[in-house]
């Protein structure tokens, strides 16, 4: 999994983790959110650009965010889409407090930012897809609230 960083350039999975651990090691005393959040665009019937961003928000002092993007088959189903977004933040997300956790580092909340709303298309769903991460263990956030997929994410689709 490679992912893109404005600053850094391609990295690995790896290497975003060391990346994100010596951005939040540079000033320990500050409070960190990580933000986890997969936003996606289809094009003309013919495929979906799924992009997920990952935020490290040093709260009241900015950030540093990266994207990894995949192309997959056109989905017609808004609700199949929706779903597989919520699972690619949550592979990610699964991914690094794991290895947080093997590296002793347990002092980031998780939010997962989904691109659902109480308007629009998506309403009807809410509650399935918000359960989804809340039984995952992590905390949820939808829009206006859910910049992480709404702005960082949706940046990169086209």
Known sequence: MVF??????????EELFHD???????????SYKLIIGTDSHSFLNE?????????VHRVGKG???YYH?????????????????????LDVATRL???????????LNVEIHLDVGEKGETRD????????????GYEARIK????????????FTR
Request: charged content about 25%; glycine content about 6%; hydrophobic content about 35%.
């Open 69 to 89: 993007k995949q192309k997959k088959p056109y989905m017609e189903s808004l609700r199949q889409r929706i779903y597989y977004e919520t699972y690619l933040s």
């Open 97 to 107: 407090t794991e290895r947080l956790a093997l590296n002793g580092d347990h002092r």
């Open 63 to 65: 950030g540093r965010f």
């Open 4 to 13: 893109t960083s404005p600053t850094r350039g391609r990295l690995s999975f």
């Open 125 to 136: 769903i809410i509650k399935e897809v918000v359960g989804m991460v809340i039984g995952s």
């Open 144 to 155: 206006p609230d859910s910049f992480g997929a709404m702005t960082v994410a949706d940046r």
């Open 47 to 55: 495929c979906v650009m799924f992009v997920t961003a990952v935020v």
């Open 20 to 30: 994100l651990v010596d951005y939040t090691n540079e000033f320990p005393d500050d």
